[in-house]
C-alpha cells in the first residue's frame, strides 16, 4: 500500500476551520489572518523564525477555543454570541467589555422580569471575569498541548501560551507587555483584528481604528505600518483564501507527516472536537477506534479501513459551529435549532476540503454519519444506494456509542442495552445489520449472525481492485494505483471476475455499485 504522506498545515487548516466555526468568526477568519500576516511579515522584515512562528499562530490562536466552553456557556449563555460580539473590540477598554457582557447577559436572561433580569445580571457583572479569566488561561495551555501533538516547536508552542496578551499589558492570563510579548503574537493579534475590524467597518475604518489603538494592544511602529498600508495590505483578502495559497506561505521546509503521525494529529482534533463538554470527551476515540475495528472484520481494504480511522476522529468537527447551550439542554429543541443541529454533518464534509484527495473518502463519510438506510437520517435524507459499507459503518458505530454516554436529556445506557437499541435499529431498517453486527462484534457483545464475511469471498485488495475497474481504470492504471505489476493487477482482476461470476468491467462495475462499493455516478465503465 502507498505511504501516506500528509503536509502538517492541512491539520493546521482543519483546526483553523475549527476554530472560525466555534468562535463565530467569519468564513476563512484564520486563513485571511494568515495571508494578511506573512504580508505584514514581509512589509516590516521580520526574521525568519518570526514569520515561522506567525504562520503557525495564525491557523492555531484559538484551537484551544473549546477548552471549559460548558464553564462559559453555562455563565453568559451563547457562547458563539459573545465571541463574535468580542471580536474586533479593544478587550483592554473596560467599558466596552462591560457593554458586551451586559449584552450578552439580556440574551440569557431574556425570559425574566425587567427587575429580575436587573438583579441576574448585576449578579452575573460581579462574577464575569472571574469565570472569564481561568477560562481563557485554559485556552492557552490547550493551544499548547494540542501544538505539541502536531510536533511543533517549544517557540512556536510558547506563542501559543500568549494568545491574549497585548502590548500595554492589560491583557490575560499573565498580564505581560511590550517586548515580553513575543513578536509573532504581537503580529497576528494585530492581524486577526485588522481582518475582524476590515469586515465591521471597512478597511478606511479598520485603518484609523488599528492608529488609534497604538502603544494599546498593538506595538505602536507595527500599527502605523498597517494603518499606512491598509489598502496594499488587504488587497484581494476578501476572497475565500484556497488550499494552494496556505501551503506556498509556509516558511520552508514544509513539514510533512507520516501515518503515524497523522493518526497523532487526528487524535489530537478528536479531543479538541470533544473537550467542549464534559458528557463527549472521548467520544471522537471511541467511534474511531469502533469504526476501525469493524472496517477491519469485514475485510475491508486497508485505506477504508483507514479513512474510518480518521473520519470517526473528526465526523463530529461540525457541531461545532452550533452553541453549548443548544447541545446541554435539557429538553427538546426548537425548529431552528435542529435544522442548525442537523448541518453539522455538511460543516464537516467542508472542514476537509483542505486536504485534498486524502480528505475526499473521510469526507463522504463525515458528511453520511447521520444517514440512514431507509433514508430517515439527515441531513440529505439519503437511502442505502448511496451509503458505502464505510459508511455504514461509521453510522453503526456512532450511533452505538452515543447510546452508551450521558446525555442531558437522558442516562447513558450500558453497553448490552445499547447494543439491544442498535439491533432494533436494524430490525426497522435504518442500520446496516452488517454494519451493526460487525461494530457490536468487535465492542465484544455477544453476536446474534454471524460476523459478516467479505464480498464473495473477496479478499481486501481484491475489493480494492474492484473499487477502481468499477471506476473505469485499466488493468495498467490499476497496476500504477497500487504500485504493482500489470501482471499482477491482471491476476487480481480475473480473480474478482471469477468470483463474482462476471467476465466484462462493466459487471463488475455494475456488482461494485449494487454492494455500496462505490455510489452511482462514479463509476465510469
Known amino acids: 500500500m502507498t505511504a501516506v504522506s500528509i503536509r502538517r498545515a492541512d491539520f493546521m487548516m482543519v483546526l483553523a476551520y475549527a476554530s472560525d466555526l466555534a468562535t463565530g468568526h467569519s468564513r476563512?477568519?484564520?486563513?485571511?489572518?494568515?495571508?494578511?500576516?506573512?504580508?505584514?511579515?514581509?512589509?516590516?522584515?521580520?526574521?525568519?523564525?518570526?514569520?515561522?512562528?506567525?504562520?503557525?499562530?495564525?491557523?492555531?490562536?484559538?484551537?484551544?477555543?473549546?477548552?471549559?466552553?460548558?464553564?462559559?456557556?453555562?455563565?453568559?449563555?451563547?457562547?458563539?454570541?459573545?465571541?463574535?460580539d468580542l471580536v474586533g473590540l479593544d478587550m483592554g477598554n473596560r467599558a466596552e467589555l462591560g457593554r458586551v457582557f451586559v449584552q450578552a447577559f439580556k440574551r440569557f436572561y431574556y425570559d425574566l422580569e425587567p427587575d429580575a433580569q436587573g438583579r441576574?445580571?448585576?449578579?452575573?457583572?460581579?462574577?464575569?471575569?472571574?469565570?472569564?479569566?481561568?477560562?481563557?488561561?485554559?485556552?492557552?495551555?490547550?493551544?499548547?498541548?494540542?501544538?505539541?501533538?502536531?510536533?511543533?516547536?517549544?517557540?512556536?508552542?510558547?506563542?501559543?501560551?500568549?494568545?491574549?496578551?497585548?502590548?500595554?499589558?492589560?491583557?490575560?492570563?499573565?498580564?505581560?507587555?511590550?517586548?515580553?510579548?513575543?513578536?509573532?503574537?504581537?503580529?497576528?493579534?494585530?492581524?486577526?483584528?485588522a481582518i475582524a475590524l476590515s469586515d465591521a467597518v471597512?478597511?478606511?475604518?479598520?485603518?484609523?481604528?488599528?492608529?488609534?489603538?497604538?502603544?494599546?494592544?498593538?506595538?505602536?511602529?507595527?500599527?502605523?505600518?498597517?494603518?499606512?498600508?491598509?489598502?496594499?495590505?488587504?488587497?484581494?483578502?476578501?476572497?475565500?483564501?484556497?488550499?494552494?495559497?496556505?501551503?506556498?506561505?509556509?516558511?520552508?521546509?514544509?513539514?510533512?507527516?507520516?501515518?503515524?503521525?497523522c493518526d497523532e494529529a487526528f487524535l489530537a482534533i478528536a479531543d479538541m472536537i470533544d473537550m467542549r463538554m464534559p458528557f463527549t470527551q472521548g467520544h471522537s476515540r471511541m467511534v474511531s477506534e469502533l469504526a476501525m475495528g469493524a472496517g477491519k472484520r469485514i475485510g475491508l481494504p486497508d485505506p477504508d479501513v483507514r479513512a474510518l480511522r480518521w473520519s470517526g476522529c473528526i465526523h463530529d468537527i461540525g457541531e461545532l459551529v452550533v452553541p453549548v447551550a443548544t447541545w446541554m439542554r435539557n429538553g427538546p429543541l426548537s425548529v431552528r435549532e435542529r435544522d442548525a443541529a442537523q448541518l453539522h454533518a455538511y460543516y464537516g464534509e467542508r472542514a476537509l476540503a483542505?486536504?485534498?484527495?486524502?480528505?475526499?473518502?473521510?469526507?463522504?463519510?463525515?458528511?453520511?454519519?447521520?444517514?440512514?438506510?431507509?433514508?430517515?437520517?439527515?441531513h440529505r435524507k439519503v437511502g442505502g444506494s448511496d451509503l458505502s459499507p464505510a459508511a455504514r459503518i461509521l453510522a453503526a458505530a456512532e450511533?452505538?456509542?452515543?447510546?452508551?454516554?450521558?446525555?442531558?436529556?437522558?442516562?447513558?445506557?450500558?453497553?448490552?442495552?445499547?447494543?439491544?437499541?442498535?439491533?432494533?435499529?436494524?430490525?426497522?431498517?435504518?442500520?446496516?445489520?452488517d454494519a451493526a453486527e460487525a461494530v457490536l462484534s468487535f465492542a465484544g457483545q455477544p453476536s446474534r449472525r454471524a460476523v459478516p464475511q467479505a464480498l464473495a469471498g473477496m479478499t481486501p485488495r481484491e475489493i480494492e481492485v474492484l473499487r477502481l475497474i468499477a471506476a473505469g481504470l485499466t488493468a495498467k492504471e490499476v497496476a500504477k494505483k497500487l504500485d504493482i505489476s500489470p501482471k499482477t493487477a491482471d491476476h487480481h482482476i480475473q480473480s474478482v471476475y471469477s468470483k463474482i461470476g462476471v467476465t466484462t468491467r462493466a459487471a463488475a462495475a455494475l456488482y461494485a455499485v449494487e454492494h455500496g462499493l462505490v455510489r452511482p455516478g462514479e463509476t465510469q465503465a
Open 120 to 193: 441576574a445580571i448585576e449578579a452575573a457583572m460581579s462574577q464575569a471575569l472571574a469565570v472569564a479569566r481561568p477560562v481563557l488561561t485554559a485556552h492557552c495551555e490547550v493551544a499548547q498541548r494540542i501544538g505539541e501533538r502536531l510536533g511543533l516547536s517549544d517557540e512556536i508552542r510558547r506563542n501559543l501560551g500568549q494568545i491574549y496578551e497585548r502590548w500595554d499589558g492589560k491583557g490575560l492570563p499573565r498580564g505581560l507587555s511590550g517586548e515580553d510579548v513575543l513578536p509573532a503574537v504581537r503580529l497576528i493579534t494585530l492581524a486577526q483584528d
Open 399 to 433: 450511533a452505538f456509542q452515543t447510546s452508551r454516554e450521558e446525555r442531558p436529556h437522558r442516562k447513558a445506557l450500558s453497553s448490552e442495552a445499547a447494543a439491544a437499541q442498535l439491533r432494533a435499529a436494524v430490525r426497522d431498517g435504518c442500520i446496516c445489520p
Open 354 to 378: 483542505s486536504f485534498g484527495r486524502e480528505g475526499e473518502a473521510m469526507a463522504a463519510l463525515v458528511l453520511r454519519h447521520h444517514e440512514r438506510l431507509d433514508g430517515s437520517g439527515y
Open 28 to 84: 476563512d477568519f484564520a486563513l485571511k489572518s494568515c495571508v494578511l500576516a506573512m504580508r505584514i511579515a514581509d512589509l516590516a522584515g521580520v526574521s525568519d523564525e518570526v514569520r515561522r512562528n506567525a504562520y503557525h499562530q495564525s491557523m492555531l490562536r484559538y484551537v484551544g477555543c473549546n477548552a471549559d466552553t460548558d464553564l462559559l456557556s453555562a455563565t453568559f449563555g451563547d457562547e458563539i454570541a459573545l465571541r463574535q
Open 202 to 261: 471597512g478597511i478606511d475604518g479598520m485603518a484609523e481604528t488599528v492608529a488609534s489603538r497604538g502603544d494599546g494592544p498593538y506595538e505602536a511602529d507595527l500599527a502605523r505600518l498597517v494603518s499606512a498600508n491598509a489598502a496594499v495590505l488587504m488587497e484581494g483578502i476578501g476572497a475565500t483564501v484556497d488550499r494552494e495559497t496556505i501551503l506556498a506561505l509556509e516558511p520552508d521546509p514544509p513539514v510533512t507527516l507520516d501515518e503515524a503521525a
